[in-house]
Nanobody
Framework: EPQLVESGGGLVQPGGSLRLSCAAS????????MKWARQAPGRGFEWVSS???????YYADSMKGRFTISRDNAKNTVYLQMNSLKPEDTAVYTC?????????WGQGTQVTVSS
């Protein structure tokens, strides 16, 4: 059964950094597109970043230069390094997998940026 488990969220001050992790199991991770999305309070889901099996990466405009997505196929894990965090980055961050058998989502991890 496919499973995605996020970790690494928490409370950070503006300008700080966090690294989120998403451990995957139950599907062929190395060939899957891995994504991060977020949902801020009272708002819909917002796509953050994607990384393809060939390592190519894509980011939403507001995250370019601040966030870095990466993957470790040996560990079946995708990461999101977030730097220069702003209060408006406060959200539940969720990872997702687009696999040959369908799309799967994790439960999310809370990131709060506040002084």
């Amino acid at each position: 059964e496919p499973q995605l488990v996020e970790s690494g969220g928490g409370l950070v001050q503006p300008g700080g950094s966090l690294r989120l992790s998403c451990a995957a199991s139950g599907f062929t991770f190395s060939s899957s597109v891995m994504k991060w999305a977020r949902q801020a309070p009272g708002r819909g889901f917002e796509w953050v970043s994607s990384i393809y099996s060939d390592g190519s990466t894509y980011y939403a405009d507001s995250m370019k230069g601040r966030f870095t997505i990466s993957r470790d196929n040996a560990k079946n894990t995708v990461y999101l390094q977030m730097n220069s965090l702003k209060p408006e980055d406060t959200a539940v961050y969720t990872c997702a997998a687009a696999t040959e058998d369908g799309d799967y989502w994790g439960q999310g991890t809370q990131v709060t940026v506040s002084s």
